[in-house]
């Protein structure tokens, strides 16, 4: 599978951290309650690899936030959550416990704005540190498993996935999610460039 | 499609729609905008978003737009999270009664050739569906309510205990007959938790409710969750010497579960402590008063080591 030089890993999982960050203080003002959220790794791996992680041969569901990015690199970028952690969340941010197994349609969008404040802050982080232009779309929310969802962009894509792990901490609960983007072939080298371009202006 | 018909289009939507330039000036404000801010389009005019509305400046609605025009992110601000970030009210009644309309807002960026960027906010009135999902969770809550049983467990929930409760209570007044209460709450549980995870908590308590219910054999003897990790049992026509048997063989049967607990302070095992109370209740008498005994004598099973099981007495009787 697809791999990036140390260097080049040390400096995405920085960026991304960036990114995090800037999402979890955004997440803070609106809950009036301290949010944190770190990348404590970043892998790559092929989207059956990430299926299987997801627990689709299980038939493990996921709630899932999706956006597409374009401009310097095209990319469908994913926030995925096991379906129980994603209640969690919206419920510890909302302040609201309803029994429903289910989020509902009023729920489903507040979990699309969360998704949306996180793959924005990493996009952004990201166009920043390459001084490259993206446009994002709205977000969408879907469930399923975790084959359904990153099927959403056709059975014969082929390329890499770039997974992030997200560790997300309010009022005392852990929840571990993962941000996703699918790259093409083209799209992952565009991004190995943009890396190297950003550690020759640190190097400078 | 011609400019007027445009114009036409964007003032008979049934959305607010306003369209900032790059300094965030605003360029565009529609008539559904103006109906429901009562601020005509005319005033609003090349206003910039900080002399607007200065209670959202740094905002998030602000930081969106900031994204639409520096980075060219869309954004999605939910009523659920935002509630009703613009001053927009649903009619007269409620500007007067400062009572904002629910909203959900998108902010997108604008590419047009030839033009900086823009970007445009659109609002939409969700009161309805806020106000459906509020009745949704009415009666979620209600029919949660109406329940006898504990979710979690299945065996009898709070509730179910206190019509019980209060059902056998009246009967052993009419009877004068014996009621017991047994009190049951599981030893050093908070650490059980902490260390093995909520899910594990959960089945522990799963298996303790079945050994509960196992050793009870008579139609109308209930054990119940009483909260979190306390369980309950009412024993109607049970003397103290009865009760104090069917309890020693709970807390046997919890012990004999064996569910290992290597944070316990007492034992290896997850164990329990358990407090009996007895009443032949009079006319007089409140199931609050055998509540209270089994409590009490909870307590001191809990301050005697745990893993035990004690009778109240009255002591000011006794001495």
Redesign the interface.
Known sequence: MFQLSELQHDALVEIFNLGVGRAAAAMSRIVGEEVSMSVPMITFQSRAEVAKALGSAEGRRISAVAQHFEGAFHTEAFLMFPEEKSLEIVRLMVGQSLSLEELSEMEQEAMSEIGNIILNSCMGAFANAAGKELRGSLPTYHAGTGDDILGLSGKEWDGVVLTLKIDFNIERHHIYGYVAFLLDMPALQDLQRYIDDYLARLMG | MQLSLLQGVLKAVRAGIIVFDAEQRIVFWNQWMEQHSQMPAADMQGKSFTDVFPDMVD??TH?AIR?ALE????????????KAPFPLYANAADVANHVRMQQ?V?V??L?IASLSRHCVVQITD?SM??SR?KK??EL??EL?SQTLVD?MTGIANRRRFDLHLDDEFRRAKRNTSPLSLIMIDVDYFKDYNDNYGHQHGDQCLVQIAGALSSVLNRSRDLVARYGGEEFTVVLPDTNEDGAMQIAEAMRAEIEGLQIEHAYSGVAKFVTASLGVSTLVPDHMSKTGTLIHAADRALYQAKRSGRNCVVMYSDKKKSE
């Open positions: 905002g998030r930081v994204a980075n060219n992110f869309a954004s999605l601000l939910s009523q659920t999270l935002n959900a998108h997108m960026p590419e969700v569906a806020v999902e949704l969770r979620a809550s949660e979710g």
